[in-house]
C-alpha cells in the first residue's frame, strides 16, 4: 500500500500533524548562518509547503539566528489554524556560525521570548530542548535543571508542549518525570539507525518520533542499494529513502527540508511511493553498511 503520509496523521501533544512536514533550516543562509540567498525564493517555498498540505513545520530561532522565524512569520502569519509549528531552544550561534550550548535559565526565556516575537504567537505550539552536552550527538547527563525552566516557561503559558531533541533514552526517562514529552528529535536515517529500539518504545507509548537529518543532512546518503532500488521504482534515491522512514514506524514525523520548490514537491510525492517488501529487505540491510 502506499504511504499516504499527505493524509495519514500521527498525534503531535493535543494536535494531529500530517506524517510529511517541512523543516526550515535550510531557508537560511550558508551553514545556516545569515539571510538567504534568495529571500522570495525562500518565502515560495514555504507558502508551496502549506499549498501542498503540509501541516507541520519544523524550525528553530537559532536558525540564521532568528532567520527562518522571521521567513515563517512573513510568509505564513496569520497561520493556518491547522498549522504545528515546533521550534528548538538549547543552542545560540556565535558570531563564527558556530554552534554554542544555551542551557541557563536566562538564555532559554530568553530563546523562548525570541521564538514567540519571531513567529508572532502568543504561545509556541511544542519547543523541543536540543540537549547539546555534546555537539556531535546525544551524550549522557543530566537535563533536570533546563527541563524545569521549560515546564516554568509552559505553566506561565508561553509553551503548550515540550520534546527534546538530541538525547538518549536515559534523557528521555528522566524528562518525562518532570513534563510529558510529546516528540523526540534524534538524527535517524537508513543508515544511522542507533535509535531503532527508542523509536519503538515510544510508538508502544504514542509519542512522537521525529528524524532529523532523514537524508544524511550535511553528508547525503549514498549508496549503490539505495540506487538500484530508487532507479527500479523510477524514484529517486531520496525518495526512497524518506517512504522507507515513512514505512519504518507510524509514530515517525518526518521534516526534510529545502529551499526549493521544486525540491518540495519531489519530497512530498514520496509520500505516495510504494515500496515492495523486497525493496524493504534491501534497504534494511544498509545499517552498518557501506552500501
Not at 503548550?160 to 528529535?185: F, M
Request: charged fraction near 20%; hydrophobic fraction near 40%; proline fraction near 6%.
Amino acid at each position: 500500500m502506499p504511504n499516504t503520509a499527505l493524509t495519514a496523521s500521527f498525534d503531535l501533544g493535543d494536535r494531529r500533524v500530517k506524517r510529511l512536514g517541512y523543516g526550515a533550516m535550510q531557508l537560511a543562509g550558508p551553514h545556516v548562518f545569515g539571510p538567504p540567498r534568495d529571500r522570495a525564493a525562500a518565502l515560495a517555498v514555504l507558502r508551496a509547503a502549506i499549498a501542498s498540505g503540509v501541516n507541520h513545520i519544523d524550525t528553530a530561532d537559532f536558525y540564521g539566528p532568528h532567520v527562518t522565524n522571521q521567513l515563517i512569520r512573513e510568509a505564513l502569519h496569520p497561520y493556518p489554524g491547522d498549522l504545528v509549528i515546533d521550534t528548538k531552544i538549547g543552542a545560540r550561534r556565535g558570531a563564527d556560525a558556530s554552534w554554542n550550548p544555551a542551557f541557563s535559565r536566562e538564555e532559554l526565556t530568553q530563546a523562548v521570548h525570541d521564538n514567540l516575537k519571531n513567529l508572532g504567537v502568543d504561545a509556541l505550539d511544542v519547543v523541543n530542548f536540543r540537549v547539546m552536552i555534546d555537539r556531535h550527538g546525544p551524550a549522557e547527563g543530566s537535563i533536570e535543571a533546563p527541563l524545569n525552566v521549560l515546564a516554568d516557561l509552559q505553566r506561565q503559558g508561553l509553551i503548550r508542549h515540550i520534546g527534546l531533541s538530541n538525547v538518549t533514552a536515559t534523557q528521555v526517562a528522566e524528562g518525562r518525570k518532570i513534563c510529558k514529552i510529546v516528540c523526540v528529535q534524534n538524527q535517524y536515517n537508513l543508515a544511522h539507525r542507533s535509535d531503532d529500539s527508542l523509536i519503538d518504545d515510544l510508538a508502544r507509548d504514542g509519542t512522537a518520533y521525529v528524524p532529523f537529518f532523514p537524508l544524511g543532512g550535511f553528508t547525503p546518503l549514498q549508496s549503490s542499494t539505495l540506487t538500484d532500488v530508487a532507479a527500479r521504482l523510477g524514484a529517486t534515491p531520496m525518495q526512497v529513502a524518506l517512504a522507507w522512514l515513512l514505512r519504518r514506524s507510524p509514530n515517525i514525523l518526518l521534516i526534510p527540508g529545502t529551499s526549493s520548490v521544486a525540491h518540495l514537491r519531489e519530497n512530498l510525492a514520496a509520500a505516495e511511493l510504494d515500496l515492495p517488501d523486497d525493496a524493504i529487505d534491501e534497504l534494511n540491510g544498509l545499517a552498518g553498511s557501506p552500501g
